[in-house]
C-alpha cells in the first residue's frame, strides 16, 4: 500500500525526509513537491487541490494519505471527496475550517518579509500571499461525515492552535484518535521525525 506524504506551507518534500527514514514501509512513501505539481499553474488554492488529484490518479486503491498544515488540508478534502480511495488517514496540524483572522495576520507579516525568506519553498512572495488567500473560505464542517477511514489528528505539544482545532476536529468525527508529540510544535515532521515515524508505523501497520 502506498504512504502519500504532504508538507506544509514553507516546507518542501524533503521536509518528510528523517521522518520517511523511520517508516517501516518507507520504499511505499511517496512525497510529493505540492507546488511543483502545478506544471506552471496559477498558484491557488483549488488549482493546488486538482493537481494532487491529478497526481493521486495512476496509485492502487486505497492508498494512505498523511498531510502537515496545507498538506492536511488537502488530504481532508480528498479524503471528503474520494472517500473509497482512502484507506486510511493522519491530519497533522490540521485545521477545517479556515482561521481569517490568523490567516489575515500571517499574510500582512508575509508583506513585509524580504523576498528572498520565500525561495526555499519554491513560490515567490506574492504566489504565497495569493494561495493564502485562496484559502480563507475553505469550511469542510457540513462534509466531515463523509470521511469513512481510519483517521489520527496529531499535533506538537507547542502547537497550541492547532491542538484546539484537532480536538474541536475529534468532537465532530468522535472516532477519531488524536495524540500529542512532545518536544514539537507546528512542524512536526522537522521537529520530533523519530517520535512522528514511530506514531505512524504503529497507525499504519494497525
Not at 37 to 47: K, P
Not at 123 to 135: G, H
Not at 153 to 166: M, W
Request: glycine share 6%.
Amino acid at each position: 500500500m502506498k504512504y502519500i506524504l504532504l508538507h506544509g506551507l514553507g516546507q518542501t518534500a524533503s521536509s518528510w525526509e528523517k521522518t520517511v527514514n523511520e517508516l517501516q514501509n518507507k520504499a511505499d512513501a511517496v512525497c510529493p513537491d505540492l507546488f511543483s505539481l502545478l506544471q506552471g499553474e496559477e498558484i491557488n488554492y483549488s488549482n493546488l487541490y486538482q493537481a494532487f488529484c491529478r497526481y493521486c490518479e495512476p496509485f492502487p486503491e486505497p492508498f494512505a494519505v498523511c498531510g502537515l498544515s496545507l498538506g492536511g488540508i488537502l488530504a481532508l478534502q480528498y479524503g471528503i471527496e474520494n472517500p473509497q480511495k482512502v484507506n486510511s488517514m493522519v491530519l497533522i496540524g490540521t485545521q477545517y475550517v479556515m482561521p481569517k483572522k490568523l490567516l489575515k495576520f500571517q499574510n500582512m507579516l508575509f508583506r513585509v518579509m524580504p523576498k528572498r525568506t520565500f525561495m526555499s519553498i519554491g513560490l515567490a512572495k506574492n504566489e504565497v500571499i495569493r494561495l493564502s488567500e485562496s484559502m480563507m473560505d475553505l469550511d469542510f464542517r457540513k462534509d466531515l461525515h463523509k470521511i469513512k477511514c481510519p483517521l489520527l489528528l496529531l499535533c506538537g505539544d507547542r502547537d497550541k492552535p492547532n491542538i484546539r482545532a484537532s480536538l474541536n476536529l475529534k468532537k465532530r468525527i468522535p472516532d477519531a484518535d488524536f495524540a500529542v508529540i512532545e518536544k514539537a510544535g507546528h512542524e512536526v515532521n522537522i521537529d520530533a521525525p523519530k517520535s512522528l515515524g514511530a506514531v505512524l508505523n504503529d497507525f499504519f501497520g494497525s
